[in-house]
């Protein structure tokens, strides 16, 4: 196997940053390559190994070097999802090609990440309702929450309007502490924290207060008109179709809106069907609503939330199988 030497100089970062207190940082990548050998002296790094192994490791250091420069900060989480390469969350750059949707809190840059994450950016500019379908942390709802918020900036709407069923999802939320609002926040919550990633507080405040952004359960839509607004319905596999119904019905001639779901998590009584399911195979015809269907491939959360994923579908086709085995 041939060994390959290669000699970087480190220059214009703190290389304790960089390297981590007693190398805990280059201890990551020690770890993960344990073909190589890294050592460092001041602004020298020597990586030594076999050459594709040797490559790899420059690489990473190179995008290390890169990501501390821009961001002035270097996590050893950032390090290990570098490493792990397939989570398109690993770079915290802003790669040439992607449209900046909204600049959030402290210069934060929010941006679409994957492929299927810039058809639902460029959906919404070309339909009035779209579906955005797909397992846990594919950025539906972020996104979502960006495009509204980069909507009310541009005043091409007046308000946000962001929603979800408040359905049980094994507590009881009629035991649960406090009064209404206090029961119902927490199921609004996650609206709340993509808000505040690109709100100031201060100024979120005074959105809410003053209702240009509302957040509140779906059964507060009824009997309303919701115009010149930009609608999130969020974890919409927990409505039920008549829900649906009442919620797509209250749309204003000036109303965009995102329906948010993920059809694997569905936690309505076992005998009440999706609201989400079912709309969007009824409805998905009509021009002007479309459905975009997100994967375990657009997961930017944890790198491990993709192999949770898989490990969970795969575990699904297997059963499937026995079941319909066992029948036979």
Same mark, same amino acid.
């Given at each position: 196997?041939?060994?390959?030497?290669?000699?970087?100089?480190?220059?214009?970062?703190?290389?304790?940053?960089?390297?981590?207190?007693?190398?805990?940082?280059?201890?990551?990548?020690?770890?993960?390559?344990?073909?190589?050998?890294?050592?460092?002296?001041?602004?020298?790094?020597?990586?030594?190994?076999?050459?594709?192994?040797?490559?790899?490791?420059?690489?990473?250091?190179?995008?290390?070097?890169?990501?501390?420069? !821009?961001?002035? @900060?270097?996590?050893?989480?950032?390090?290990? $999802? =570098?490493?792990?390469?397939?989570? &398109? #969350?690993?770079?915290? +750059?802003?790669?040439?090609?992607?449209?900046?949707?909204?600049?959030?809190?402290?210069?934060?840059?929010?941006?679409?990440?994957?492929?299927?994450?810039?058809?639902?950016?460029?959906?919404?500019?070309?339909?009035?309702?779209?579906?955005?379908?797909?397992?846990?942390?594919?950025?539906?709802?972020?996104?979502?929450?960006?495009?509204?918020?980069?909507?009310?900036?541009?005043?091409?709407?007046?308000?946000?309007?962001?929603?979800?069923?408040?359905? !049980?999802?094994? @507590?009881?939320?009629?035991?649960?502490?406090? $009064? =209404?609002?206090?029961?119902?926040? &927490? #199921?609004?919550?996650? +609206?709340?924290?993509?808000?505040?990633?690109?709100?100031?507080?201060?100024?979120?405040?005074?959105?809410?207060?003053?209702?240009?952004?509302?957040?509140?359960?779906?059964?507060?839509?009824?009997?309303?008109?919701?115009?010149?607004?930009?609608?999130?319905?969020?974890?919409?596999?927990?409505?039920?179709?008549?829900?649906?119904?009442?919620?797509?019905?209250?749309?204003?001639?000036?109303?965009?809106?995102?329906?948010?779901?993920?059809?694997?998590?569905?936690?309505?009584?076992?005998?009440?069907?999706?609201?989400?399911?079912?709309?969007?195979?009824?409805?998905?015809?009509?021009?002007?609503?479309?459905?975009?269907?997100?994967?375990?491939?657009?997961?930017?959360?944890?790198?491990?939330?993709?192999?949770?994923?898989?490990?969970?579908?795969?575990?699904?086709?297997?059963?499937?199988?026995?079941?319909?085995?066992?029948?036979?």
């Amino acid at each position: 196997m041939t060994q390959s030497e290669i000699v970087l100089t480190i220059e214009n970062v703190d290389h304790l940053t960089l390297y981590g207190e007693n190398n805990t940082k280059l201890n990551v990548l020690r770890k993960a390559f344990p073909q190589t050998s890294i050592s460092s002296r001041g602004s020298l790094l020597r990586i030594t190994g076999d050459k594709k192994s040797a490559q790899e490791v420059k690489a990473k250091i190179e995008m290390m070097v890169k990501i501390l420069r !821009e961001k002035n @900060e270097l996590t050893i989480q950032t390090i290990e $999802d =570098l490493i792990h390469g397939s989570n &398109p #969350y690993v770079s915290t +750059l802003i790669p040439e090609n992607k449209t900046v949707l909204v600049h959030g809190r402290e210069g934060k840059v929010i941006y679409a990440k994957t492929k299927n994450q810039i058809r639902l950016v460029n959906a919404i500019e070309e339909n009035d309702v779209v579906f955005a379908i797909g397992p846990a942390g594919t950025g539906k709802t972020y996104t979502a929450v960006a495009l509204a918020v980069r909507a009310l900036k541009n005043r091409s709407v007046k308000k946000i309007i962001l929603t979800r069923p408040a359905v !049980e999802a094994g @507590e009881s939320l009629g035991f649960l502490p406090g $009064d =209404l609002k206090e029961k119902i926040d &927490p #199921y609004l919550r996650p +609206l709340y924290d993509a808000l505040d990633d690109m709100i100031p507080a201060e100024k979120l405040a005074q959105y809410i207060e003053s209702r240009i952004i509302e957040i509140a359960p779906l059964a507060f839509m009824r009997g309303r008109t919701l115009d010149n607004a930009f609608i999130i319905l969020d974890e919409a596999q927990n409505s039920t179709s008549l829900q649906m119904k009442m919620f797509l019905t209250r749309l204003g001639p000036s109303a965009k809106c995102i329906i948010t779901g993920d059809l694997s998590q569905i936690d309505l009584p076992y005998h009440q069907s999706s609201g989400l399911k079912h709309a969007s195979k009824i409805l998905n015809r009509i021009h002007g609503i479309t459905t975009i269907e997100l994967s375990i491939d657009d997961v930017v959360r944890h790198r491990l939330v993709k192999e949770i994923l898989k490990a969970y579908d795969d575990n699904h086709v297997k059963r499937t199988k026995t079941e319909k085995s066992e029948e036979e």
